[in-house]
């Protein structure tokens, strides 16, 4: 059984020949439908207004969601794959009292109180912001739990740790008996490659009372020191990650033992986290005193090198200049820039601007007509006056001497 056709659409969405065709055939009456009606806006009008009506609505509920948290790694209230609200929300489940600080500041504090605080971003602090929190650490009881930190970081906070490698592809790792309670119970870590939060996990290698846990080739995912636990991966942490074998179990029983937790996102305003230093602060004690003596005889050889200002003198506007000093001005202008050439077209304008008026040719522009009034009253050819009025290129400073003095000779003949 053949399927009836359906109304045909190319002449809603063609080419402007095809809407004028569909215009042609809505604009006559068929039978049984009123004159003037399309079948394709009837039944696609509807339809593309509640198209724009629920995108109009999802960006907007989407903006108005999006208000309610701040997106980003590791932040606690984003429901993102990148958040940690799974875990923030277990937690607060748990009994854990869980507290968002975002200043150095106040997570020191926190230390000092016996708090534990989870750094989500150690590779970003500075070194004043990293002294603050080694410093709270030896001062007080509270634990530090750091998030794939970097050299600097380990260097400050955890010595016994450093780094030893990577791992670059999606690995399973499991525990070992060297791991202690270090494991947090949790049989199995699953962490991505290449692909994670911060690209691939970082590998830590412990020395000294420190240990390392969940070994790969080049050391262990996780290390821990005197109330300091290391996570070599974010994604440990986040809402896609979380789940993921016992990772659940390791970062629930390391952030909730103390049933206090501070989750600390450093901040772009942090007061602590920039270490600008003033330039005064590498020079020498002496050094301020020779600088202001030395700004001191700087002003006074100033004063006492400087031109004396007379009154203001009022001079009458405007200024007559001599003839003369204008021509020796313009003179020496041309002389500075080896301008021979448009010396020699001046000198020649001049010269035939003079001879054409006493010839009676005020109004004779061209070359040729001068020439040819010139010929009669002078013993030199056509070719010769030419080439003495014409643009002819002058080499050398002894040519245009040679060419002012022909000018000189050529009006005093025209005058006698």
């Known amino acids: 059984m053949s399927t009836p056709p359906l109304p045909s659409a190319p002449a809603a969405t063609g080419g402007p020949e095809a809407a004028s065709t569909a215009g042609a055939a809505a604009s006559s009456p068929s039978p049984g439908r009123a004159a003037g009606s399309s079948p394709q ?37 984003a ?25 150095t500041a106040d997570a020191a504090a926190d230390l000092r109180a016996g708090r534990t605080v989870l750094v989500t971003d150690p590779r970003g602090l500075s070194s004043t912001q990293l002294a603050a929190l080694a410093e709270a650490h030896e001062q007080g009881p509270g634990r530090l739990v750091l998030v ?36 947090q119970g949790a049989r199995t870590l699953h962490v991505p490659g290449e692909d994670g939060l911060r690209g691939s996990s ?25 109330r300091l636990v290391v996570l070599g991966s974010a994604d440990l942490l986040t809402n896609d990650g979380v789940a993921n074998g016992d990772n659940s179990a390791l970062v629930l029983n390391t952030l909730g033992v103390d049933g206090e937790l501070t ?27 020779l600088l202001l003596w ?42 500075q820039a080896d301008a021979r050439d448009a010396a020699a077209t001046s000198l020649r304008s001049a010269t035939a601007t003079r001879l054409a008026d006493r010839l009676g040719l005020r109004r004779e522009s061209a070359l040729d007509g001068l020439v040819m009034a010139l010929a009669p009253h002078v013993d030199r050819s056509p070719e010769q ?25 050529l009006e005093k003949e025209i005058d006698r």
Not at 79 to 102: C, F, H, I, M
Not at 167 to 181: I, N, Q, R, V, Y
Not at 386 to 408: F, K, M, N
Request: proline share 9%; charged share 20%; aromatic share 6%.
């Open 202 to 226: 970082s590998l830590y290698r412990a020395s000294g009372e420190a240990r390392s846990c969940f070994a790969a080739e080049k050391g262990g995912l996780v290390a821990g020191a005197d």
């Open 263 to 289: 989750w600390y996102v450093p901040s772009a305003g942090d007061p602590l986290g920039s270490d600008g230093q003033d330039l005064l602060t590498y020079l020498p004690d002496w050094a301020g005193p």
């Open 79 to 103: 429901p993102t794959g990148q958040g940690s609200k799974a875990v923030v929300q277990v937690l607060e489940g748990l009994g854990v009292d869980v507290e968002v600080d975002r200043h």
């Open 41 to 77: 806006t009837e039944q696609r009008r509807p339809w593309l207004t509640v198209l724009v009506v629920l995108a109009v609505l999802g960006a907007v509920l989407a903006s108005v969601a999006r208000g309610y948290y701040r997106d980003g790694p590791l932040e606690p209230d």
């Open 385 to 409: 006056l030419r080439t003495l009025l014409g643009p002819t290129p002058v080499p050398d400073d002894q040519s245009l001497v040679r060419l002012a003095q022909d000018l000189d000779v």
């Open 294 to 335: 030395l700004l001191l005889t700087a002003v006074i050889a100033v004063i006492a090198v400087a031109r004396r200002f007379g009154p203001v003198v009022v001079e009458p506007l405007p200024v007559t200049v001599r003839p003369q000093e204008i021509v020796l001005g313009r003179a020496r202008l041309l002389q």
């Open 148 to 183: 794939q930190p970097d050299d600097e970081a380990l260097y400050a906070l955890a010595p016994d740790i450093t780094r030893s490698g990577s791992l670059s592809t999606a690995s399973d790792l499991s525990p070992g008996p060297e791991c202690g309670d270090l494991s």
